[in-house]
């Protein structure tokens, strides 16, 4: 794998959903949903239907990154680095770590993370303060950038 992997492989397994409990639009509420949604599949190894949750040129970059054909091979890869980089814990901590709030400006919206559990703070370059982009497309919201800080 390629030395940007360990960060892309954080992309994915902290695109989880916390929610800071004011998020009253229905738009925020879906990006909530969808990013909970991405991460709860990863979590349990539905690696198509994470992949659902991107638009096409993340799938992409993550099947690039990865050095596999496809998005769902990408998620297999990073599922098996993560689970030898990290204790069951600390995988369970990352895959529930999730957004803190979401900015939606007409079919483009930003999500930011909080501070990451103390367990994988720092580690495989999480960090706090982490954003996300999204994007609307035909009436549902995916990701459309990997996590920066």
Request: aromatic share 6%; charged share 20%; hydrophobic share 40%.
């Amino acid at each position: 794998m390629r030395p940007l992997l360990p960060l892309m492989l954080v992309s994915f397994a902290i695109a989880g959903c916390g929610g800071d409990g004011d998020s009253s639009g229905s738009d925020k509420d879906a990006i909530f949903r969808s990013v909970n949604a991405a991460n709860e599949a990863f979590a349990q190894g539905d690696y198509s239907r994470a992949c659902s949750h991107y638009v096409l040129a993340i799938r992409r970059q993550l099947a690039a990154g990865a050095q596999v054909k496809t998005c769902p091979d990408a998620w297999a890869a990073i599922d098996a680095t993560l689970r030898r980089s990290l204790t069951p814990s600390e995988f369970d901590a990352l895959t529930s770590y999730g957004l803190e709030s979401a900015e939606v400006e007409g079919d483009t919206a930003t999500g930011a993370y909080g501070e990451p559990p103390a367990s994988i703070n720092g580690r495989l370059g999480i960090r706090s303060g982490a954003t996300i982009q999204l994007r609307k497309v035909d009436g549902r919201w995916l990701i459309a950038s990997l996590p920066a800080s």
